[in-house]
């Protein structure tokens, strides 16, 4: 039990355009969702809190107008990149909430060209 | 500022040596540590959380408020443990997590 998944796995796009990433909670409900980033070799970024049926929490220096997060449902959350660009190439996690931990996602690799 | 530190990067034993995977935090208040696993082209995984007091795998961690540090341990490493280890912080009742830098363990046969 307890599986996460992000859809897609990976994705290439233009310099300029959008890119969304769904992540599920499979099997349970999860009122709170979180969205990492993790650059090569390096560890898990926090970028913000996604809660179910309000507005996302981000840290300190992730600009909420880039990283767009909807977390509409309870088993579903977003993460819309808008206008990407290389920098924003990158391998972003999420982790839903349950039973009090974190369980998470097999990560979506973007690359931006 | 809450921060996790792991200051190896890799950790290199033979198969049935001790292992101890360093791990320092730094947070004022009362923290929940944990222990996350990485095996290879795996998913990040919960190995461990200091309330727990458990034994997974083999592996133990305590946490020393003293020493700010729980570290993790295993007295006889096998080949199938070694992974990427990332020790985690929970500072408030958010469950958000910061992690360390990671250490990667190499268990050689």
């Known amino acids: 039990g307890a599986v996460v998944s992000q859809h897609p796995s990976r994705v290439i796009c233009k310099s300029g355009t959008s890119v969304k990433i769904e992540c599920r909670s499979l099997?349970?409900?999860?009122?709170?969702m979180f969205w990492y980033r993790q650059f090569p070799k390096q560890s898990l970024m926090l970028m913000a809190t996604?809660?179910?049926?309000?507005?996302?929490?981000?840290e300190q220096g992730v600009e909420k107008d880039k990283f767009l997060i909807n977390h509409a449902s309870l088993t579903l959350s977003t993460l819309t990149v808008t206008s990407a660009h290389p920098e924003d190439s990158s391998f972003y996690i999420c982790?839903?909430?349950?039973?009090?931990?974190?369980?998470f996602g097999p990560g979506t690799r973007l690359t931006v060209t | 500022a809450q921060r996790v530190t792991q200051p190896e990067k890799l950790l290199s034993v033979f198969k049935g040596a001790p292992v101890e995977l360093k791990c320092n935090y730094s947070?004022?208040?009362?923290?929940?540590l944990f222990w996350y696993v990485q095996y290879s082209r795996q998913r990040l995984q919960l190995l461990l959380r200091?309330?727990s007091r458990e034994s997974i795998k083999g592996f133990t961690a305590d946490l020393n408020k003293g020493e700010t540090s729980f570290h993790l341990k295993k007295p006889f490493a096998q080949e199938e443990d070694s992974a990427m280890y990332y020790c985690?912080?929970?500072?408030?009742?958010?469950?958000?997590?910061?992690f360390g830098s990671g250490t990667r363990l190499l268990v050689r046969p």
């Open positions: 982790s839903a909430l349950g039973h009090h931990q974190q369980y």
């Open positions: 099997d349970f409900q999860a009122t709170t």
């Open positions: 996604s809660n179910e049926g309000s507005k996302a929490t981000y």
């Open positions: 947070y004022s208040g009362s923290p929940e």
């Open positions: 200091h309330i």
């Open positions: 985690a912080l929970s500072v408030d009742s958010s469950y958000k997590l910061i």
